[in-house]
């Protein structure tokens, strides 16, 4: 039986320059060691330096001749994001691939520094100002790649743009399914602009973890917490719910699958995407809304001050 597409399918990543949020920890975390197993030099981009550097050496430990470096970044802060992306420019004159992972769930209502809804603020919009700083770096790329990373949650995501600090209609889940709709209707959006801008590279592409075991699953409320810590239910777990190093399968090989188009979107195969292999799989349909993208874009421009220059 064919087991599926993993690392050993993917292509040797020598020379190559990719930079992951969010990646001290869970997903992200296991995306940087695939990577750097791959060859890439990976910058991993966390609000947390400390535990950044002890994953970082982490990863030496499994490929001392690994390239990892880390640069501080609060997606939640603005200032820190252009500081981010200033020092990652200086560093490297090319960007082969962003992967845009970093995700929060908030839990309860809180505003980031500048004054944005928590998860909307860190997932949509912070993603967005650091992709926009960092285009002319992934233009330069010979193929270059953006991979938003989204959820499942995407599906039950609205956007209310009359309340989009969400003082009126706050709830754990609506802030969480909100942000990952949004990350999502970017990359399609994203994908559309370079292409109407003529720009065959870099692509836009999506992934999504399905259910794995990281910070934001273990958050996402009773059920799914009673899932996790309840000990009879350990064969429901172990059907149905991936460990970090598969999946981050589905962010790999958006990043590396060389037949990827823009506005693919990679999720496991098995039975409601939870886990199994990496394959193609399709979006909440109303992600594809142009409408709906060229109104978000506007907001991402209009909050975060950053214009992308295609």
């Not at 992306?85 to 992972?101: G, K, M, R, S």
């Not at 999506?206 to 059920?223: E, F, L, N, Q």
Request: glycine share 10%; aromatic share 6%; hydrophobic share 40%.
């Amino acid at each position: 039986m064919h087991a599926g597409w993993g690392p050993s399918q993917a292509p040797r990543m020598d020379g190559r320059v990719v930079v992951v949020t969010g990646a001290n920890s869970g997903i992200g975390f296991e995306t940087v060691r695939h990577l750097a197993g791959l060859g890439a030099h990976v910058v991993m981009a966390c609000r947390n330096v400390d535990t950044a550097s002890a994953a970082r050496s982490d990863v030496l430990n499994s490929f001392p001749d690994g390239q990892v470096s880390v640069v501080q970044t609060d997606l939640s802060d603005l200032s820190s994001i252009r500081k981010a992306a200033d020092e990652i420019i200086a560093t490297h004159p090319v960007v082969d691939v962003l992967i845009n992972n970093a995700g929060v769930m908030a839990g309860h209502r809180e505003l980031t520094v500048d004054g944005f809804e928590m998860d909307f603020g860190t997932n949509f919009l912070g993603h967005f100002a650091l992709t926009g700083r960092l285009l002319p770096r992934l233009l330069a790329a010979e193929s270059g790649r953006v991979v938003t990373v989204g959820s499942n949650a995407h599906r039950g995501g609205k956007v209310d743009f009359d309340d989009l600090d969400m003082s009126r209609s706050f709830s754990t889940s609506n802030a969480y399914r909100r942000a990952k709709f949004s990350q999502l209707v970017f990359a399609v959006q994203l994908q559309r602009r370079l292409t109407m801008a003529g720009h065959s590279t870099p692509i836009s592409v999506a992934a999504h973890p399905g259910a794995t075991h990281s910070g934001v699953m273990r958050d996402s409320g009773k059920v799914l917490s009673w899932l996790f810590t309840t000990p009879s239910l350990h064969w429901i777990r172990r059907t149905f719910i991936m460990e970090g190093p598969q999946g981050a399968l589905p962010s790999v090989r958006a990043a590396t699958d060389p037949t990827a188009i823009g506005g693919q979107y990679y999720g496991p195969s098995g039975p409601l995407e939870l886990s199994g292999p990496p394959v193609l799989v399709r979006p909440s349909p109303r992600v594809q809304d142009p409408g709906l993208g060229k109104r978000l874009w506007e907001v991402g421009e209009d909050l975060t001050g950053v214009r992308y220059s295609f």
